[in-house]
């Protein structure tokens, strides 16, 4: 995807939203586009976290100890628990349907919640939200 396309992409995305064009070009350098097919586990429950994902088209399915608790869309974002806290997935996701994402890894994110702080509030408020639901479903 050319940069002009990819920068596109990312100012869409409601995390990024408060970024500047610079800030923008910055996080262009730390993620890649990656496009996935109906069906493809991106996480697994249990397993080490290495990726942060954003959805940019496409949904994703949330599986928690074999039931699915919900579907993320565009602009939502997935995996930040893990590389947060370095402890196992706490869910398996997998693509519904042709999905497109962003994917950072886990040295760029944590650069990406050093360099940008609205962003990493973003996060940790998603984050502290998904425990508190993941409390009730239990």
């Known amino acids: 995807m050319a940069t002009d396309e990819k920068l596109e992409q990312l100012r869409r995305v409601p995390l990024f939203a408060a970024l500047s064009g610079?800030?923008?070009q910055e996080?262009?350098?730390l993620a890649d586009e990656v496009d996935v097919l109906d069906g493809r586990v991106l996480t697994r429950q249990g397993e080490t976290g290495a990726e942060f994902f954003v959805v940019l088209d496409g949904a994703v399915e949330v599986d928690i100890n074999g039931s699915v608790v919900s579907t993320l869309?565009?602009?939502d974002f997935l995996g930040e628990i893990a590389l947060v806290d370095g402890k196992p997935r706490t869910a398996?996701?997998?693509a519904v349907g042709p999905t497109r994402l962003m994917v950072i890894g886990h040295r760029q994110f944590h650069q990406l919640m050093d360099d940008f702080p609205t962003v990493?509030?973003?996060v940790l408020e998603a984050l502290a939200e998904r425990v508190r639901r993941n409390e009730t479903i239990q």
Do not use: V
């Open 73 to 75: 869309g565009k602009g």
């Open 92 to 94: 398996t996701t997998r």
């Open 27 to 29: 996080l262009g350098t």
């Open 120 to 122: 990493k509030t973003c």
């Open 22 to 24: 610079r800030d923008l």
